[in-house]
């Protein structure tokens, strides 16, 4: 994930309804996105690299792709999964997916948001593409 992606994954996180618990932390999977760039966009939160079996008690993880998405959601059923590549949620599996060219657009999967039991404010809903 490009710069643009990780700020915008970090503004995903203003509009989840229940906030990560205290100590929660995201995983950046080796290739999903710089992990300086995510520690300093997202400051105040633990950031780990780590592989996709790496999130056990994670609340969110950066994927590179569906196979990792899968993983993730092996470990950690209730992991917010975010990815530059829209074929993971078009497959149900990301939940937000954030793509950059030809044109900043975030897309969201319902099915995989229900299934990690991860809710999001209207107003995002009204904002992004379900898939």
Do not use: W
Not at 13 to 24: D, R
Not at 53 to 65: E, K, L
Not at 97 to 103: R, S
């Amino acid at each position: 994930m490009d710069t643009t992606q990780v700020k915008v994954a970090a503004k995903v996180f203003n509009f989840i309804l229940h906030k990560p618990p205290p100590g929660a932390s995201i995983i950046v999977v080796k290739g999903a996105a710089d992990l300086d760039l995510v520690k300093s966009v997202l400051g105040g939160m633990r950031i780990a690299q780590g592989t996709a079996t790496d999130v056990d008690g994670a609340y969110a993880v950066f994927v590179t792709s569906i196979a990792d998405a899968v993983s993730a959601k092996g470990i950690n059923p209730g992991i917010l999964t975010i990815s530059g590549d829209l074929k993971c949620v078009e497959a149900g599996v990301c939940v937000v997916a954030i793509e950059t060219n030809p044109k900043l657009a975030i897309y969201y999967s319902h099915t995989a948001a229900t299934a990690a039991g991860i809710d999001f404010d209207t107003s995002f809903k009204l904002m992004v593409s379900e898939r």
